[in-house]
Nanobody, 124 residues
Framework: QVQLVESGGGLVQTGDSLRLSCAAS????????MGWFRRAPGKELEFVAT????????DYAASVKGRFTISRDNAKNTVYLQMNSLKAQDTAVYYC?????????????????WGQGTQVTVSS
């Protein structure tokens, strides 16, 4: 059974950094793209970042570009989201997901397996 477990969330102040991790188990995801999405209170699910199977192709939402970095370690079946210069607007539950193919994508419909989410709260 596929399982994705996010970790690294927490309560930080504006300008701080956090590193989220998403460990996948159940099967090898080295041939799949991965992504991070977030849902703020009362808002829709929002794309954050995505990375292709090899790690050489990435894409970011405009709101996080230049501050967040997605990366992966296929040997560990793990994807990361380094978040710097955090803002109050980044407060949300962050979810990692496995793409249905090797590609990058901004659409949640292209992702088939999801983690349970990790809370990130940025106080101003």
């Amino acid at each position: 059974q596929v399982q994705l477990v996010e970790s690294g969330g927490g309560l930080v102040q504006t300008g701080d950094s956090l590193r989220l991790s998403c460990a996948a188990s159940g099967r090898n995801f080295s041939e799949n793209g991965m992504g991070w999405f977030r849902r703020a209170p009362g808002k829709e699910l929002e794309f954050v970042a995505t990375i292709n199977w090899s790690g050489y192709s990435t894409d970011y939402a405009a709101s996080v570009k230049g501050r967040f970095t997605i990366s992966r370690d296929n040997a560990k079946n793990t994807v990361y989201l380094q978040m710097n210069s955090l803002k109050a607007q980044d407060t949300a539950v962050y979810y990692c997901a496995v793409a249905k193919g090797p590609f990058v994508s901004r659409s949640d419909r292209d992702f088939g397996s999801w983690g349970q989410g990790t809370q990130v709260t940025v106080s101003s």
